[in-house]
Every structure is written in structure tokens, then in C-alpha cells.
């Protein structure tokens, strides 16, 4: 079993940056595929990104590829999501979510929030224009 929280949300203008944070509990965290979901005021949950528990694989949403970049240290039991030229349409509380479930990295599975087992409490994002 794994524990998740979220940090480093806030108030940012839009072209700014922010990096959020998610820190777990647990010995087997490396053990562990992990995704960043969003959900706006109103709105449906979203997939944002996900690593592999390596670190090798990563899948990004078309609306943040290239601003948005997932990483991890397995050392600090930490997943980190730098977001770059942030957007007001980026504005959204952020969830990690962790899974154990294997499988292609290439295909949507690790995009879908069904399959996280795990989840975070979230970091709320606010993005002025």
C-alpha cells in the first residue's frame, strides 16, 4: 500500500511556471507506475501524464505536451511534474495516482484513472490571465 500527497499547487500568471510534488509512503514506491490527473471547477477528471516505475516510459496529454515534463527519484520516493507557460485553462486541482498494474505504455491503459489504485488528496493550480 502506498500513501500519495500533492504540494506545491498555487496562485500563478499565466506564461509562469510551477513544479508540483508528490511525495509517498512505503518501501515499494519504486514498485510503482504513477499518473498526474486534473479536475476543473465543473469538469470531468482528466489525465495529465504518467511515468513508469522506472522512470523509462512517460505519456503526456496532447494539451501539455511540450509545457508539461513528469519525473521521479525512486531515492526520495517523490514524483515531480514541472508545468511551464501555464495557462488559465490549466486551472485545476492535481492529483497523483498510483497503480502496480502492468502493461503498454504505448497504448492508453496508463491514461485511464480506472486502473490507479492510489490517490493523493490534491494540490489545487490557479492561473490568472
Known amino acids: 500500500q502506498v500513501q500519495l500527497v500533492e504540494s506545491g499547487g498555487g496562485l500563478v500568471q499565466a506564461g509562469g511556471s510551477l513544479r508540483l510534488s508528490c511525495a509517498a509512503s512505503g518501501r515499494t514506491f519504486s514498485s510503482y507506475n504513477i499518473g498526474w490527473f486534473r479536475q476543473a471547477p465543473g469538469k470531468e477528471r482528466e489525465f495529465v501524464t504518467t511515468i513508469r516505475w522506472s522512470g523509462g516510459n512517460t505519456v503526456y496529454a496532447d494539451v501539455v505536451k511540450g509545457r508539461f515534463t513528469i519525473s521521479r527519484d525512486n531515492a526520495k520516493n517523490t514524483v515531480y511534474l514541472q508545468m511551464n507557460n501555464l495557462k488559465p485553462e490549466d486551472t485545476a486541482v492535481y492529483y497523483c495516482?498510483?497503480?502496480?498494474?502492468?502493461?503498454?505504455?504505448?497504448?492508453?491503459?496508463?491514461?485511464?484513472?480506472?486502473?490507479?489504485?492510489?490517490w493523493g488528496q490534491g494540490t489545487r493550480v490557479t492561473v490568472s490571465s
Open positions: 495516482a498510483a497503480t502496480m498494474k502492468t502493461g503498454n505504455y504505448r497504448s492508453s491503459y496508463f491514461t485511464e484513472d480506472r486502473i490507479y489504485d492510489y
